[in-house]
């Protein structure tokens, strides 16, 4: 299915220092990018490792991704470039497809790399997906990039920004997820990625919701029969493994598995995904600076996003590059 529109900043794009590039498609939606004061580009291998993209399919669904690679821009470009085309040939639910291609783009950068020797081994990228579809926002992170909700006059992170899993890094992938869980399925199974992937997502959602089992063993062996079922495939796993919170299964899930999650829309929420580049430490802007800068109420999305790229640019900030979309929701 071909996007009615798209509109991408791809980082090698957008290098100048102090530059700001805007994307602006309309009152609701801006995307902005900055590669930073000279200073940041100084510690870069390309002077912009950020990519940012928007899609607009038919049947009014939206994507937008955010990558922010290092130790070179092949990879956060390449992972957007791929997204669309990996996420249309997996089947399932859209959680399911978002979360699956997030890890099918783990393993074709791993082989992109083993066939570009340019390419340093520590290349990697973060990656931001979101998807907003009848009035729900389905994303899936992996990665430290940052995904904001701003409502009532709040503003809320809704992932965590995970600071030790990167797409494509050598140790820190998901596709090593099947050697910190092994054991929980067979060698057959972990060998089948489709349908191991499909089990990565099932055990996780299990890990998620362990403290709506409230302890009791005979509930969670109810779900874990529902999932094996649902899955065609035998699961080697306990009770006491999904609710003992330092099992190897949680632990595992923690360290090896992107981030993923939905919620409803309210009219006049704002969503800001962004790269690190945003974070106080270099940006200069405290979660309480975005909040006021989203919650101003005075122009567009465009608008708000330039003010933020301004300020980031200020002389407490610009210390890295910087990336940020912003949706603002009026059905």
Known sequence: MPPLQFRTLFGPQVVRADEVRIVDLGSNLAAGLTP?????????????????????????VELFLVADAHF?????????EWFVPVFESLKGSLESRLFCTHLEIDRR????KLDQPTISDGSSTTLLSVLIHDQHVIWASSGDSLLYLWRDDKLFQINRGHHALFLGDALNAPR????????????????????????????AQLAHARESYKGSETMVAEVISL????????????????????????????????EFGRFKLAENDLILLASDGLDAAV???????IRLILGSGEGDAEVRVREMLDRVLSRDGGMDNCSVVLRIWRP
């Open 36 to 60: 930073g004061h000279k200073r940041a580009l100084k510690t870069k291998t390309d002077k912009n490792e950020d990519a940012v993209a928007i899609f607009q399919f038919p049947s009014n």
């Open 72 to 80: 070179g821009a092949a990879t956060s470009s390449s992972a957007v």
């Open 176 to 203: 090593h997820a099947a050697a910190i869980l092994e054991g929980y399925v067979s060698p057959a199974t972990a060998r089948d990625i489709g349908l191991f992937d499909q089990v990565l997502l099932g055990l």
């Open 109 to 112: 950068l791993d082989a992109f």
């Open 227 to 258: 999932l094996e079922r649902r899955l065609g495939c035998e699961l080697l796993l306990e009770p006491k493994d999904v609710l003992t919170p330092w099992s190897r299964l949680n632990i595992g899930i923690a360290q090896a598995v992107p």
């Open 283 to 289: 940006s200069g802007l405290s979660q309480d600076d």
